[in-house]
């Protein structure tokens, strides 16, 4: 696999309510190499959504080494932390979090904006983004003029315009139909494929998941089963 681009050893979150502490997250080790595409799957309340905030640097470990493309990130301040999440990382969500008045050429150059990138490169790279989730024709049409994967595809060429060494999708088909859910997933594992970009797709809907080449399952704050171990116990078997 090479150098990891996700590696975490020992991961754990326990979150204090009052003089109890709740463990949302138990020694997760685990890696994920350059241009995979991973499913996080398991019951609400299992550990998945603490591990993507983990990995996504939306909060931090209370015990365990996570190190994103073999930096350490434990030891980061919070505007270290910022700055990781704005140039390394990519985030789609369930909502697709568009600014209403803005256009979808507009909503995608604003990671850019906060990064300092000039008027005309901005362009350039947000056009080229949508046209990465094939909604080049368009650019000036605002969220209200878009249908709901037309939104969540602009949400991805939000998340895809500043080069993420890894792109993180939290339920992204949750408020879709079948339909378009097909269409999105399609584009992810597209830009998965042409682009070597490593994705990481939360889903509770275990059909989804299954389109991934490797899942993890997480119950009860544990990782269960990754089905890449299981690969390989099979091929050592043979």
């Known amino acids: ?23 949302a997250l138990a020694g997760v080790s685990v890696e994920i190499g350059v241009g995979e595409l991973v499913s996080v799957t398991g019951p609400s309340g299992s550990g998945k959504s603490t591990f993507l905030h983990l990995l996504g640097c939306l909060d931090r470990p209370t015990a365990g080494s996570y190190r994103l493309e073999g930096r ?41 904006l906060y990064a300092g990138i000039g008027s005309a490169e901005r362009s350039r790279r947000a056009t080229a983004a949508l046209a990465a989730v094939e909604l080049e024709h368009r650019l000036t049409h ?9 939104q969540q595809r602009v949400a991805i060429a939000r998340a895809l315009v500043n080069h993420p060494a890894v792109l993180f999708a939290d339920e992204p088909t949750g408020n ?11 584009i992810l594992r597209r830009l998965n ?39 390989r116990i099979l091929e050592a078997v043979r």
């Open 176 to 186: 879709l139909d079948s339909r378009t859910s097909a269409t999105v997933l399609e």
């Open 142 to 150: 605002r969220p209200s003029e878009l249908s709901g994967g037309e």
């Open 72 to 112: 350490e990130v434990q030891g980061l301040t919070s505007r270290e932390l910022a700055q990781v999440r704005r140039e390394r990382l990519g985030f789609v969500f369930q909502s697709f979090n568009l600014l209403a008045q803005s256009t979808a050429v507009e909503n995608v150059e604003l990671p850019l």
């Open 1 to 23: 696999m090479g150098t990891p681009v996700i590696s975490t050893v020992g991961l754990a979150k326990t979150y204090q309510s009052g003089a109890v502490g709740i463990q």
């Open 193 to 231: 494929q042409e682009q070597r970009l490593t994705v990481v797709l939360v889903t509770h809907d275990t059909t989804i998941a299954a389109l991934a080449p490797r899942q993890l399952r997480f119950q009860d704050g544990a990782l269960l089963a990754d089905s890449q171990q299981m690969d």
